[in-house]
């Protein structure tokens, strides 16, 4: 007999299929959003100088890693509260909510200080350009330090999605991606009486794009809230919980801060032929968003499912979705190829590309490229084992695709094939990943059937 839980939730019950696609198309469209804050910023400041693209470019790496404490948190959370909800334990669930959000605020006052302390001898790391080091510091003092926004917006977000809610999310990403975008020019370039403050103009648009949405996202979950109690009468810290949250998060984080590490690393290496060359590769990792956010929402919803008939004992339930998930990562991958196979100039000239920056740029986005379908089985596997609480499992994976390949092998191959050896260590790289995700995924299976 099935649960309550089961009957009256759709993720125990309703078809995979249409299933999936109702909980995937809203993060999807969110992860998109989410993608066009970095884009953005880096489509309006090109047009303030190459220096100004360079800045914004090397402070990458520090927003991401905001943004992936914020995820990586928010997936531990995501996958903590669809798995007591999916067993029918509604108070387990909210002490995990209250656990996230309290681990929110002291990550809060963390980015405060890494912004302030940090930003300066990291980017002093990757060039001696005073004036890009000026304009750098310019825009992260303010993403990076005022990114509470974001954090405590992404914690409410993810206890949406756990609960099967995909539509909320959307549309509070949608409110801080067009209110970026509305303010951007404005605020970089001077517009309506406001005075002109070029890349810090940029960051003050994105920060309170942030705010805004964090705002409503706060709102909405009090107004709306019904399946998580959320209560502090009584409330302890207890190490259960946080150990649950961080056996997920901590591998979430490093696998989403993973670009972080991997643009650092191949910065260095481009540095040496050209600024050009660290352009094309901070522009690559803003445009492909494009194609890797639709994926990362696809996944963000198959998880609550996995997580859910995971919790219930569905094991047939938890093979089609991952079979479904699979054709339609696949599918959205093999656009993305596509698309930067047949129009790498258009693409680059978004962000005012000159002669030298299009010389560079396009072979090695088609380079590239043809890693995106490459990787499609390592990022549904990766999903699969952060819903089933496997976080190690993903984090091998992830480590495979971005950390573990990559950089030597570019610094292996540049010296030889000059920028040729940077661009084809990506394909190989999610090659070997997927290839060892297979493996690691059917050795799970196989103990789950026999348990």
């Known amino acids: 007999m099935q649960t309550p839980s089961l009957r009256e939730n759709p993720m125990g019950s309703r078809k995979i299929l249409p299933l999936l696609l109702s909980m995937s198309v809203p993060p999807m469209i969110s992860m998109m959003i989410q993608g066009l804050y970095n884009i953005v910023d880096s489509i309006f400041v090109a047009h303030l100088s190459q220096e100004a693209l360079t800045a914004v470019s090397l402070v990458y790496p520090l927003q991401n890693l905001t943004l992936s404490v914020a995820v990586g948190l928010g997936v531990g959370l995501n996958a903590c509260i669809a798995r007591s909800l999916g067993a029918g334990r509604p108070e387990e669930a909210g002490r995990a909510a209250v656990h996230g959000l309290l681990c929110t605020g002291v990550h809060s006052i963390l980015f405060v200080l890494v912004g302030l302390f940090l930003s300066e001898p990291f980017l002093r790391l990757f060039t001696q350009d005073e004036t890009v080091l000026a304009l750098g510091m310019e825009y992260a003092l303010i993403v990076v330090p005022l990114s509470f926004g974001s954090l405590f917006?992404?914690?409410?977000?993810?206890?949406?999605?756990?609960?099967?809610?995909?539509?909320?999310?959307?549309?509070?990403?949608?409110?801080?991606?067009?209110?970026?975008?509305?303010?951007?020019?404005?605020?970089?370039?001077?517009?309506?009486?406001?005075?002109?403050?070029?890349?810090?103009?940029?960051?003050?648009?994105?920060?309170?794009?942030?705010?805004?949405?964090?705002?409503?996202?706060?709102?909405?979950?009090?107004?709306?809230?019904?399946?998580?109690?959320?209560?502090?009468?009584?409330?302890?810290?207890?190490?259960?919980?946080?150990?649950?949250?961080?056996?997920?998060?901590?591998?979430?984080?490093l696998m989403m801060a993973m670009p972080s590490f991997l643009v650092s690393l191949l910065n260095m290496v481009l540095a040496r032929f050209s600024e050009a060359a660290v352009n094309?590769?901070?522009?690559?990792?803003?445009?492909?968003?494009?194609?890797?956010?639709?994926?990362?929402?696809?996944?963000?919803?198959?998880?609550?499912?996995?997580?859910?008939?995971?919790?219930?004992?569905?094991?047939?339930?938890?093979?089609?979705?991952?079979?479904?998930?699979?054709?339609?990562?696949?599918?959205?991958?093999?656009?993305?190829?596509?698309?930067?196979?047949?129009?790498?100039?258009?693409?680059?000239?978004?962000?005012?590309?000159?002669?030298?920056l299009l010389e560079i740029g396009i072979p090695a986005l088609r380079m590239i490229s043809v890693s995106f379908l490459l990787s499609?089985?390592?990022?549904?596997?990766?999903?699969?084992?952060?819903?089933?609480?496997?976080?190690?499992?993903?984090?091998?994976?992830?480590?495979?695709?971005?950390?573990?390949?990559?950089?030597?092998?570019?610094?292996?191959?540049?010296?030889?094939?000059?920028?040729?050896?940077v661009w084809i260590a990506?394909?190989?790289?999610?090659?070997?990943?997927?290839?060892?995700?297979?493996?690691?995924?059917?050795?799970?299976?196989?103990?789950?059937?026999?348990?």
């Open 426 to 451: 990506f394909p190989i790289a999610e090659a070997a990943a997927s290839v060892a995700a297979v493996f690691l995924y059917r050795g799970m299976m196989r103990r789950m059937e026999a348990s």
């Open 153 to 253: 917006h992404i914690c409410v977000e993810k206890m949406f999605q756990a609960t099967g809610n995909m539509v909320i999310p959307m549309f509070l990403q949608g409110i801080g991606a067009v209110i970026n975008l509305i303010l951007d020019p404005i605020f970089i370039f001077g517009w309506m009486g406001i005075p002109a403050m070029g890349v810090a103009g940029a960051a003050v648009a994105t920060v309170t794009g942030q705010m805004a949405a964090c705002a409503c996202a706060i709102l909405l979950f009090i107004k709306t809230n019904r399946e998580i109690p959320i209560t502090l009468k009584g409330f302890r810290l207890e190490g259960k919980v946080l150990g649950q949250l961080y056996s997920i998060a901590v591998p979430s984080t």
């Open 376 to 421: 499609s089985p390592a990022v549904v596997i990766s999903g699969v084992f952060e819903a089933l609480g496997r976080g190690g499992r993903s984090l091998i994976v992830t480590m495979l695709r971005q950390l573990l390949i990559i950089p030597p092998l570019a610094f292996l191959l540049s010296p030889v094939m000059g920028l040729t050896g």
């Open 280 to 356: 094309v590769l901070g522009i690559y990792f803003k445009i492909q968003s494009f194609t890797y956010m639709p994926s990362s929402g696809l996944i963000q919803g198959m998880r609550p499912i996995m997580s859910f008939n995971y919790g219930a004992g569905r094991r047939d339930r938890m093979k089609e979705t991952f079979v479904r998930s699979l054709q339609l990562v696949f599918l959205i991958m093999a656009v993305g190829m596509l698309l930067f196979l047949a129009i790498p100039g258009p693409i680059l000239s978004m962000f005012a590309a000159d002669q030298a």
